[in-house]
């Protein structure tokens, strides 16, 4: 491999990283203004990376948060394998903390407009 190419695609990864962590942290923020208690972050559940799990009484929502830099199809940022690999996790999860849980897409623009979609079968 080309060390150039390496380089780029490591601050390419870097760069994506950066901006899924401030995305992370808007959404994360809104909740709370929204009166949401932020159980965790970046955790893995049963080999799945959740990015935010969120608290309001009874009800655990799991969120998974995408930047988006212009128009897009739902289908195609986040698959049915992904979706079905974090409905799975939902469903254990609501298992173990005895309660319901809702799986949430929150995409996030340029503009930093947060957007949110409830992920059902």
Request: net charge positive; with cysteine.
């Amino acid at each position: 491999m080309d060390p150039v190419t390496s380089i780029e695609k490591v601050s390419q990864g870097l760069k994506n990283s950066s901006k899924g962590h401030i995305n992370e942290t808007l959404v994360s923020d809104y909740l709370e203004k929204k009166g949401w208690e932020i159980v965790c972050r970046n955790n893995r559940f049963f080999g799945v990376e959740i990015d935010l799990i969120a608290k309001k009484k009874n009800l655990h929502i799991l969120v998974e948060v995408k930047s988006l830099n212009h128009y897009f199809i739902l289908e195609k940022i986040l698959n049915l394998k992904q979706k079905r690999r974090l409905q799975k996790v939902g469903s254990m999860l609501s298992e173990e903390f005895k309660g319901d849980f809702c799986l949430f897409l929150a995409t996030v623009n340029s503009k930093q407009k947060i957007s949110f979609f409830q992920l059902v079968d």
